[in-house]
């Protein structure tokens, strides 16, 4: 069965250093891999997608994210981060049905001064 | 263009009390899906509908039911309400190959 996991639950980075969040997968194929990011009490929002093609992705708000097949791993990374980008971020693949999204349990992000 | 509304925004329940969380897009997508979140699990799939008439169960239905009301329209009922759904519930329609628009969120607090 497909399933997402994220590793980190929470981490904590200072602002203008660099930011890597883990995300590993279970899937039998090609997968179509997501990263969402939700701001407190906000909806979510997608970043970026990986369908085929480019393994490295580039996303909104300076994201960016890489495909390693070998790892089953789909990384989300940003080189500098902003106080803004506090929040909570999840890893998702698509199911094999096609039908829905497969979400981790999501890592929260805080920023330190 | 609103993109996914949903309303309420809050509501509270008491045990057993009735209610139907409502969700709509404007972007004349097929695919509508309710998901809840809960603190630690991430977001799970409830019901989804596929089109307009079809609705089919996620991974956690029970105590739910949905109704596609038209193309727009995909609201979730609660029957008769647990303090286990205790959550926040978020609609989402589907602009294709699994790229999905939520809206807003519902918090729901059942007493």
């Known amino acids: 069965a497909q399933s997402v996991t994220q590793p980190d639950i929470h981490i904590t980075v200072s602002e203008g250093a660099s930011l890597e969040l883990r995300c590993n997968y279970s899937?039998?194929?090609?997968?179509?891999l997501f990263w969402y990011v939700q701001s407190p009490g906000q909806g979510l929002q997608l970043l970026l997608k990986?369908?085929?093609?480019?393994?490295l992705v580039q996303g909104i708000k300076g994201f960016e994210a890489e495909f390693k097949r070998s790892q089953s791993s789909f990384n989300l990374r940003k080189p500098s981060v902003h106080w803004s980008d506090a929040a909570e971020y999840f890893c998702?693949?698509?199911?094999?049905?096609?039908?829905?999204?497969?979400f981790g349990k999501g890592t929260t992000l805080s920023v330190s001064s | 263009n609103a993109g996914v509304t949903q309303t309420p925004k809050f509501q509270v329940l008491k045990t057993g009390q009735s209610m139907t969380l409502q969700c709509a897009q404007d972007m004349n997508h097929n695919s509508m899906y309710w998901y809840r979140q809960d603190p630690g699990m991430g977001l799970r799939l409830i019901y989804y509908?596929?089109?307009?008439?079809?609705?089919d169960k996620g991974e956690v239905p029970n105590g739910y039911n949905v109704s596609r009301l038209n193309k727009r329209e995909f609201s979730l009922r609660l029957e008769s309400a647990a303090p286990s759904q205790t959550s926040v519930y978020f609609c989402?329609?589907?602009?294709?190959?699994?790229?999905?628009?939520f809206g807003p969120g519902t918090r729901l607090t059942v007493t």
């Open positions: 509908s596929a089109s307009e008439g079809t609705t």
């Open positions: 899937y039998g194929a090609t997968p179509y």
């Open positions: 998702a693949v698509g199911n094999q049905a096609g039908t829905a999204l497969i």
């Open positions: 989402a329609s589907l602009a294709g190959a699994y790229e999905q628009y």
């Open positions: 990986y369908f085929s093609g480019d393994t």
